[in-house]
């Protein structure tokens, strides 16, 4: 099968998933044609995701949040404004996709979540299917878990995701734990994506915390925790336009910029993580035995989502602040994860590679034999 993929570039999930989702697919025989990835003046795309993708990659100005001036929370209002002003940019993106599927003339159109991409297909309708991907499809399953208490932002998420998949035929719905199988036809649940690299790796337990903020404005709050407790070591990452090397303002505080192997590393030799409440770096974490504490980021609706799912699953506890001393007090009574994860992540390959061949079927496409054992 050929595929092409169009990915949300808010952030750095979807751009592992893609690179995870990119490394499967080759090593089944699959061919991914081109990535077509979103763009904004928030977020500058990682080198390692040119380094990982082997195949052309363009970018497209694709709708982004809006923070505050301080780079912290999500400001809604504001940011269904600031995209209604851009329309006639993502007019310009909706066509260079479309010239891109008539160029390359996949078969399956991935989408990672980005608004466009269900645009897209709603508008252009073209001949590929058109398949989504991520841990927010999920809320098309009856045992998803909605955050309460905020009934504008539920349903605005709601309507985000559903736009994200107009016409979808597959919502691949990733989640940190087996869910029971439902009446829909289109849902299909699966582990979530890791790439190979997180595999690799020989975890074990250093001196120190590892935090990941996907706002710059959350390194203030990680220094005020960091100052009150000095014994307490921290190793955190951000994307900070303002620095590009790694410094240390306080003798027991390290920042660094994005770097997806230094990460790693980090993360197979933490005591714990510290994050905002995205799917993937919960999900790593979990792989590598680590507890997790989730802050999410506020006004960001699915995170708060993505926190009462990572705790129902085992993945640590959610927090409204990067306390680090909070954290170890909860990791003193809670140090073990079992091997169910594990286990759940490794049929991944089985569960789309059945997909994938019955779509095979269903269309007629030719392709040679492929085991997904």
Avoid at 14 to 42: C, D, P, W
Avoid at 109 to 133: H, Q
Avoid at 136 to 151: C, E, T
Wanted: net charge positive; glycine share 6%; proline share 5%.
């Amino acid at each position: 099968m050929k595929f092409l993929f169009i990915v949300q570039g808010e952030g750095r999930g979807h751009m592992t998933q893609a690179i995870s989702m990119f490394q499967r697919l080759s090593n089944q025989g699959h061919e991914v044609l081109a990535v077509v990835l979103g763009k904004s003046q928030r977020r500058q795309i990682p080198e390692f995701v040119h380094r990982e993708i082997q195949c052309p990659i363009y970018l497209m100005e694709s709708p982004n949040f809006v923070a505050d001036q301080n780079q912290k929370s999500i400001q809604i209002r504001k940011t269904i404004f600031h995209n209604l002003r851009q329309m006639r940019k993502f007019k310009k993106s909706l066509d260079h996709i479309h010239r891109l599927v008539l160029h390359h003339e996949p078969d399956i159109i991935l989408n990672f979540y980005d608004l466009l991409g269900g645009i897209y297909n709603a508008l252009y309708r073209p001949k590929a299917k058109f398949w989504v991907i991520g841990h927010q499809y999920l809320i098309k399953h009856p045992d998803f878990i909605f955050a309460s208490g905020r009934p504008v932002q539920k349903i605005l998420f709601i309507l985000n995701t559903h736009l994200s998949a107009l016409g979808a035929s597959k919502w691949l719905a990733l989640s940190f734990r087996p869910m029971a199988t439902t009446k829909d036809k289109k849902l299909l649940v699966l582990p979530p994506l890791l790439r190979k690299q997180v595999k690799q790796l020989c975890p074990s337990e250093g001196d120190f915390y590892l935090s990941y903020a996907v706002n710059a404005g959350y390194g203030e709050e990680i220094l005020k925790y960091a100052s009150l407790y000095p014994d307490l070591k921290v190793e955190a990452f951000w994307d900070h336009p303002d620095h590009k090397l790694s410094y240390s303002p306080i003798p027991n505080l390290t920042f660094h910029p994005i770097d997806d192997v230094l990460f790693l590393q980090k993360m197979a030799t933490c005591k714990g993580l510290v994050t905002t409440a995205g799917f993937e770096s919960i999900c790593e974490a979990l792989y590598l035995g680590k507890q997790a504490m989730m802050i999410p980021v506020k006004g960001q609706y699915e995170q708060a989502c993505n926190a009462l799912d990572a705790e129902v699953s085992g993945a640590g506890i959610s927090n409204d602040s990067f306390d680090f001393c909070f954290f170890e007090s909860f990791l003193n009574e809670n140090r073990t994860i079992d091997n169910v994860f594990k286990d759940w992540e490794g049929q991944f390959e089985l569960l789309l590679g059945t997909a994938i061949q019955k779509e095979i079927q269903e269309t007629g496409v030719l392709q040679k034999s492929v085991s997904f054992s």
